[in-house]
Nanobody
Framework: QVQLLEFGGGLVQPGGSLRLTCIAS????????MGWYRQVPGGQRKLVAT???????TYDDSVKGRFTISRDSNKNTVYLQMDSLKPEDTAVYFC??????????WGRGTQVTVSA
């Protein structure tokens, strides 16, 4: 069973940077899809950035040019480099993966707070 652990969140001032890391453990996997979503209290979980084998990378319009997703398939790890952070980026960030045979999993999330 895939276990996803996110870390790297925290408190940062507007304009600052954070790098989120998500490590998948529990076996040897071939991930077709790895991505990041975020959720604010009372809101729906929304796509931030995704990386699909191919490769194909997508970003939400609100983070284009500021966030960069990357993955290391050998380490079953996906990263999210977040630059020029804004208060509206404040949310819990979740990592998600989908294996080649279609099984999806979610991490428990890491809090990102952008505030002066």
């Amino acid at each position: 069973q895939v276990q996803l652990l996110e870390f790297g969140g925290g408190l940062v001032q507007p304009g600052g940077s954070l790098r989120l890391t998500c490590i998948a453990s529990g076996g040897i996997f071939s991930f077709y899809f790895m991505g990041w979503y975020r959720q604010v209290p009372g809101g729906q979980r929304k796509l931030v950035a995704t990386s699909t084998t191919g490769p194909m990378i997508t970003y939400d319009d609100s983070v284009k040019g500021r966030f960069t997703i990357s993955r290391d398939s050998n380490k079953n790890t996906v990263y999210l480099q977040m630059d020029s952070l804004k208060p509206e980026d404040t949310a819990v960030y979740f990592c998600t993966t989908t294996t080649a045979d279609g099984k999806s999993d979610w991490g428990r999330g890491t809090q990102v707070t952008v505030s002066a």
